[in-house]
């Protein structure tokens, strides 16, 4: 990765917190090198159709084993952009080759009368929880994506715009193979969850986190949400109370009972694993 593009990148978009979209410059010779880099781009127009095609496409020409492969050798070396893909693929496997098909989202209400609605598709939807897909995507941003990808390792993982952006670019990776250390903090990571109390929250194992994971707080957010994403934190039951307003989607329901799946962790981290 070119640091200087990624600083241009990361900048473009954050100083102590986000910067406001009017503040936000996108052009300029700092963009140009980035996107001479491939870390910026231009605004993309594309159909939900079309992005669908291009993501069955994607899953069929991508090894399970190269998605899970980027997500261990991203933890020592904390490149969040190789850790998104295995959502990303994961989710993008329960898709299908389908048309769009609206369903009403939401409704505006004026004087309290239903006066507009908002549509998504409802395949994509009825696919799993959390995916989001809209008919069309007109001059959409693709930075704000890379953003949230190099500097948390992605944030819209069920929106089929981003699944389609993640898993084009990680097939330009060259992803090495894991180290002895990606290794021992993928173990910690699975004994860490394993020593779970049973009423724990995903809040309280993002802190437990801290001990095994060199991570800021929203980096430990987001590897909990891809687990939960890839089923390796399963939830036991989806009739549990949760705790106030949330950010949390894939793993609001976890609890420290249901532990980690080992059927997942078989299929995604078996050659990882230490007996």
Known sequence: MDKKANKILLSTFWKNGWIDRKDRVLTGLDVEYAKSKGLMFDPISISHDDCVASIVRLVNETPVEAVAKGFVSSLSRRRLDWRSALSSYVIARSIPGHHYTPVVSGTHYVDGKPAAHSYFCGICEGCRYGVIGHEFYKESDLNVLNFERMKWGG?????????????????????????????????????????????????????????????????????????????????????????????WVFAEYWRGEDGYCRQAVEEYFGPYLLL
């Open 155 to 247: 944030v819209r993982h069920g929106d089929i715009l981003y699944i389609l952006f993640d898993m084009r670019e990680f097939k330009r990776c060259e992803i090495p193979e894991p180290t002895a250390d990606d290794v021992d903090c993928l173990n910690g990571i699975l004994s860490v969850i394993e020593s779970s109390q049973p009423d724990d929250y995903p809040g309280a194992l993002e802190k437990r986190l801290a001990s095994v994971v060199k991570s800021s707080k929203a980096e430990r957010q987001v590897i909990i949400e891809i687990l939960a994403s890839i089923g390796v934190l399963k939830p036991g039951s989806y009739d549990r109370p949760v705790k106030g307003r949330n950010d």
